[in-house]
Each structure stands twice: as structure tokens, then as C-alpha cells.
DNA sequence: CGTTTTTGACCGGCGC
DNA sequence: GCGCCGGTCAAAAACG
């Protein structure tokens, strides 16, 4: 688990540990979290909410099969990376924005996962969709999948419904982002325009324009659904500032739940990007926002304390969150074919982090993007994990050399 | 005045 | 067929 040079640098690991503590009681962030990218963020709420025995302090992922150790048994989607936040009150977002605290997993995930992100928002198409015998390989695994997702997989749309969380995000993520945001947003153009011509016929009343809004969706297909990504945080703000604007389209009650679901949509135009906020009813402080579709454009606004266009969120104050035991195997495939597990990396009990990545993370969720943006490669730190990699993200640069030189 | 939020109505999918 | 439910629409209200 640990090459060589990364066993160079475990004298200095207690000091790093110490180092992290006190950093991290600085900044006042606890790391929780859950993240997970998922066919359906509700039924991964739900699951979560039924796993609410074991501690989400706690919560493990392995490699094996998440199904099984996470008890989503049976759940369509699957978990990719996983990772949660919680935030105290104290700090609420004034200071700290969203982003920032995403900023943790710039040491969750390793400089090879960030050369899978390397294709830029606004990047030329990505590569296609995995082909239709990929897609039925997969649904031959899938043995409980829902309708829907069966129907994804028929229309070539992505589909993480393997137990094994391998490849399916990675196909699907990176490989589709436009290509199905668009073919949607399109589809919707089209629709506006059969729509106006069925106006210049008949304008009744505006529940007939309503109507014949949605019917041409129905007729011909069925609405097609983007990849899901959802997380938990904990948080007294419902809505969390991703660096993205959004407009809330709206609201709904939840079954069981005091707390009603938010729907959002990114106001910029041609982007089909949505995201649903919710809290759990059964812990308040925690809201769990799903991310729908990917985002077509840079980020739009540049949050707190920043100057300018940030093009890809990175405008952010970087706050440097605490950072984490990253094993060598963290480090992910660029070839989207293999597989890639849901690697889970823990540090301290007392911490209480628990988080998994994979190479099927994508830009268009903030916070991997952020985690991109922190391992840019002009960060030293960047460098020098990838020089090394494993637990040198949690020790200062010039901590290491220190060890070296008295090694 | 433009943008965003609120909110009731509506739609499609699904289970019975 | 009916009812439930998640998701969406769009007019009205609120906001800056």
C-alpha cells in the first residue's frame, strides 16, 4: 500500500497528524461526509437515511461491493466517490464558501484523478458514449435495475447501476457530459418550436400552452435523465454557494419529512444543469444536494473575496482544508475501460473522515472541480504529490524536505 | 424594471 | 382506471 518513498515520509506522519489537528481545529471544519455519484440522489438519500445505524461518522465504503457495505442493496446507482462535509455554524459561509470547503478533497483525490479532469469545461465534445455493446454488458450485470435506468441504458445514456463501481461513471461523466446536456437542451429547443407553431393555431388558454409544452416530451421519448450526483452536507444554509447561479424552479414536500425539496436550475443559458437541496428529516443539519447534468460553461460568478471571471470556479478562496492519507492505490486509471473502485480513505478515528474517490468524478461538479482546481499544476503541492503521492498532501513541502534532509 | 422566489396546478410514471 | 408521488411549469409576488 505504501511504496517506498512514501515510507520515507512516515517519520514525520505524527507530526503531520499533530500538524492537521491543529489546523483543522483552526478552520473549524469537520469532515463527515458522503458523496456519492448515484443513478437517483433521492433513493441515495433514502438508503443513507435507512443506514442510519451505523454512524455517518463512520460510514465506510470498501472496495467491495458498496451495495453490501453500504446497505444500498438492490439500489440502482452506484457509488463512485463518496464524501461528505459538515460545516459548524460558526462558520457558516461567510467566510468560508462552499467551495472551499469542498477544497478537502484536493487530498481525497490523487494528481492521476485530476489528469482524468484535465479536459476543461468548455473543452472541445468528449469522447463518445460508450457503445451500445458496453451499455448491454452492463445491463446483463444488472439484474435489478429500474425501468428507467434500463431505458437510459437503451438510449445509450449513462448508467452507474453496476454493483461493481467501476467504469460506468467513467464512461458515462466524462464521456457524455455535452453530448446529453445538449441533445436534451436541443430536444427542449425543438419542442419550444413545435410548441410556438401549435400557439399560432390555437392560444386558448394557458393551461393549453402548458399542455402542449410537455406533451411532445412524452410522445416521443421519455425524458431523459443526466447523471446524478449527490452529497451530504452539514449545514445550517439550505442552499450552498457552488460558484454556479441557480434558479430555484421549484419546491415540493417530502414524504416523511418536514422539510420540503428545493429544485434548482442553472440560470445560464443552453446549461441543463439542476440540482435538488433537501434536508434530511432525520438529521436536520444535514442537507443533501443532488447535482443533475453537467455544466456547458465556465463558472459564472466569482464567490466572496475573489476578482474577476473565475473560468472554471477557480477563482475561490482557496481555503485549504484539512488534508488526508491518500494511498498510492487512491491513484486512478486514465484509461476509462478499467475499472475503479470506490476507494474509501479514512484518516483518524477522531477525525472522522471518511471519503472515496474515483477517476469517473467530473469537472462539472463543484466540488471535484474544486479539488481540481487545488491540485492544479502549478501548485507545489500538486507537484509534489505527483512526485510522491501518498500522505506528502498532508505534510508541508518544506516539513518534507526537512525529514529528507535528516534522513 | 429585470431577476428571482413562491406556489398552486399540472404532467408522467408507477403501483394497486 | 385510479391515486400517489416526484418533478416541472408559469403566473404572481418579492426582491434588489
Known sequence: ???????????????????LFIFWCNIRIKTLGLFC???DGSECVKSMEKKKENSMANMRFSDENPSATTGFGGSIFDMVAVGTHEVSGADKWGALGFMDLLGIHQDFVSPSLFDS?????LSPPP?????????????DILHEQKQDTKQQLLQGLPSQASTIPESSEVLNNPATPNSSSISSSSNEAANDEQNKAGDDEEQDQDQDKTKKLLKPKKKNQKRQREPRFAFMTKSEVDHLDDGYRWRKYGQKAVKN?????????????????KKRVERSSEDPTIVVTTYEGQHTHPCPITPRGSVGIAPDCSGFAAVSAPSFVVPQRQYLHHNHQQHVQPYIYTTSPSMNITTTASSSLNSSFP????AKRLFSPNSSTSSSLRDHGLLQDIVPTQMRKEAKEEE
Request: glycine content about 4%; aromatic content about 12%.
Open 127 to 139: 469522447p463518445p458514449p460508450p457503445s451500445s455493446s458496453e451499455v448491454l454488458l452492463h445491463q
Open 37 to 39: 455519484f448515484l443513478k
Open 1 to 19: 500500500m505504501f511504496s517506498k518513498s512514501n515510507a520515507q515520509t512516515l517519520p514525520v506522519l505524527s507530526h503531520s497528524v499533530i500538524y
Open 117 to 121: 479532469f484535465q479536459t476543461p469545461i
Open 367 to 370: 466540488a471535484l472541480l474544486e
Open 257 to 273: 419529512s418536514p422539510y420540503p425539496r428545493s429544485y434548482y436550475r442553472c440560470t445560464t443559458a443552453g446549461c441543463g444543469v
